[in-house]
């Protein structure tokens, strides 16, 4: 069976060369917010739900132009159109219908092949709603999108499908059962090194020169069995240190990586000790509810006493009280001294954050925490947490139904989330509270 063809058609600068590297998951297509900047057609393949699927970026439409530049970049298009099985016909939620788009979206009618109106730019709901107005253009329905930061783009694919009349692959209703780690930090920590201790081959290149990963790199690695993913991230560095470009952009994907993974690896420098940059590091990947292990590497460097591991874990602690209930691993990655611990305290962790706590045990729980340590009464009312259950896994978000639920104040709150860790073993797992009425 032949790969089926997509071309993606608009005027200049809707967003089709941004869709066009967003489902290629590569930046195959110059991006720019100059107009013309794509003039040939580019094709890239791609997969989705077990199908492959070919895609044509087109150079923006104006029908109405006589540059000879523009009118070479439509007869491009034109031919891109005869060509492909399926027509997506972008436009820009954020603007007024325009000429060139009544024009065009007239010309794709004719031409007899299936199409999709897609809006983009529609980057939250009240652009979906101001995307109501290219129903005027007589093509049925249209999709919100945002190509820029994915939203609904996935949407987007299963109607591609969906019109192409291809079945989701059986293969790929598999729920996503590896591991992926995120290995993050500062710059110059080890993060390469340490990928390449873990995949035991140099599959990155590792220098004393801070930023050499300017990109995500994935790898794999087979651990009894089971196939983890490992991200190395470029370093981290405060906004205001970031000198070009290219090291935002870096900064930006180590972001993406973060929230893409089940796991991040926070490194830290036992040279330079624990500072606020790590701390913000932290700070990043448990406010997007990722589970975490603190790697202190380097310690194969540092001159040690009976309790300097023991001290150096209560700095850490002292400065981030909540690091109370994530793990903490001392290693070299250069030497490889309890490199074997890291995979193996991870896959545990892992392991642990797709477990739902039991609803019962759970309220089991909080009627011994109401009868042994009640919440304080606040201006004469007598405040209960009567149920509790847990909504979400990765992160845990526990729901708790209370009579004055906005009376319970913020370290009552994190004496109930430490019991819970307590109790169901969530060592490394960021705990939420969702109080409600009840």
């Known amino acids: 069976m032949s790969v089926p063809l997509i071309a993606i058609v608009g005027r200049p600068n809707v967003g089709k060369s941004t869709f066009f590297n967003r489902v290629l998951s590569q930046r195959q297509a110059i991006v720019d917010s100059t107009e013309g900047i794509t003039r040939d057609r580019i094709y890239g393949e791609?997969?989705?739900?077990?199908q492959n699927l070919r895609f044509i970026d087109t150079g923006g439409f104006i029908p109405e132009d006589t540059d000879v530049f523009n009118s070479a970049v439509r007869q491009q298009a034109q031919l891109a159109i005869e060509e492909a099985g399926?027509?997506?016909f972008m436009v820009d939620g954020k603007q007024e219908i325009t000429s060139s788009d009544i024009t065009l979206s007239q010309f794709v009618r004719e031409s007899k092949s299936p199409y999709l109106l897609v809006i983009?730019?529609?980057d939250t709901l009240n652009?979906?709603?101001?995307g109501q107005k290219f129903y005027e253009l007589g093509m049925g329905e249209p999709i919100m999108i945002s190509a820029l930061n994915g939203r609904m783009s996935g949407n987007l694919l299963d109607k591609i499908l969906d019109k192409l009349g291809l079945e989701v692959s059986s293969i790929n209703q598999e729920p996503h059962k590896n591991l992926r780690l995120a290995i993050v930090g500062m710059p110059n920590v080890g993060?390469?090194?340490l990928t390449n201790a873990l995949l035991k081959r140099e599959q990155t290149i590792v220098t004393p020169i801070a930023g050499t990963t300017r990109d995500s790199i994935d790898s794999y690695v087979k651990w009894h069995g089971n196939e983890i993913t490992l991200v190395d991230t470029a370093g981290l560095r405060k906004l205001s240190k970031i000198k070009d470009k290219i090291e935002y952009y870096s900064t930006v994907r180590t972001q993406n990586a973060i929230l893409g993974c089940d796991l991040a690896l926070v490194l830290i420098d036992a040279e330079k000790g624990?500072?606020?940059?790590d701390k913000s590091i932290i700070d990043q990947v448990i406010n997007k509810g990722k589970a975490l292990i603190i790697i202190v590497n380097k310690w194969d460097t540092i001159n040690k006493t009976t309790n300097t591991m023991r001290d150096f874990k209560q700095e850490i602690r002292f400065q981030f009280k909540e690091l109370d209930y994530y793990p903490i691993l001392f290693l070299s990655a250069k030497t490889k001294q309890?490199?074997?611990?890291?995979?193996?305290?991870?896959?545990?962790v892992y392991q642990r954050s797709k477990n739902m706590i039991p609803t019962n045990k759970l309220n089991v729980l909080i009627e011994r925490i109401m009868i042994e340590n009640p919440p304080p009464s606040e201006r004469g009312k007598v405040v209960r947490v009567n149920y509790a259950v847990q909504v979400h896994k990765q992160p845990v978000v526990i729901a708790l139904f209370a009579n004055y639920p906005k009376l319970i104040k913020t370290p009552y709150r994190r004496y109930i989330m430490n019991q819970i860790r307590n109790n169901f073993s969530l060592v490394g797992i960021p705990i939420r509270l969702s109080l409600r009425k009840k």
């Open 86 to 88: 399926l027509i997506i």
């Open 127 to 130: 652009h979906d709603i101001q």
């Open 120 to 122: 983009n730019k529609c």
């Open 46 to 50: 791609t997969e989705w739900c077990g």
């Open 191 to 193: 993060k390469s090194s």
């Open 274 to 277: 624990f500072g606020k940059q």
């Open 338 to 348: 309890r490199i074997n611990k890291v995979l193996e305290i991870a896959w545990e």
